[in-house]
């Protein structure tokens, strides 16, 4: 098992997120810095309701609303995806750029793991194209076990 310092993970995030609003121009306002702080707490998926509940802490005033319209503005900047199997968010690795999504989720210790997909993407592009397919978004999710759960 490798060490990982997890606060390098969540420092490089936050100072990404802080340097792409403000190259935007768009607000990061303090709740939804505490959501993304929420989000890149570990590795491991989140579900807007428990980022409801360690968002009470912050803001006892906290409703539903207020974590989903967060939630739609990290992922309109690219900073966070939604996990569709899990119905659950991660932080995005790489936000400044724009890109298609590889999920792997292991399902003994709930840890999603974002990959680049350029050969997935470039089939799946032929594919459309063959059919004559105009997809709208693209995500690809895959369920298993980790390296650290075991095969």
């Avoid at 309701?49 to 990290?74: I, M, N």
């Avoid at 470039?122 to 075991?150: D, H, S, Y």
Wanted: charged share 25%; glycine share 4%; with cysteine.
């Amino acid at each position: 098992m490798s060490l990982h310092d997890h606060n390098v993970c969540l420092n490089t995030a936050m100072s990404r997120a802080d340097a792409l609003c403000e190259r935007r121009g768009v607000r990061f306002t303090p709740i939804r810095r505490k959501v993304l702080e929420l989000i890149w707490a570990n590795h491991e998926s989140t579900k807007a309701y428990d980022l409801l509940e360690a968002l009470k802490d912050f803001d006892a005033s906290a409703k539903p609303a207020t974590v989903y319209r967060a939630l739609d503005f990290l992922i309109e900047q690219g900073l966070v995806h939604r996990v569709e199997t899990l119905n659950a968010f991660i932080g995005c690795k790489q936000p400044e750029i724009r890109h298609d999504l590889l999920f792997l989720i292991c399902l003994e210790c709930h840890t999603v793991e974002e990959r680049s997909t350029p050969n997935l993407s470039q089939a799946v592009a032929n594919e459309l194209a063959l059919a004559q397919f105009t997809a709208k978004a693209q995500t690809f999710e895959i369920l298993g076990r980790c390296q650290n759960c075991g095969s």
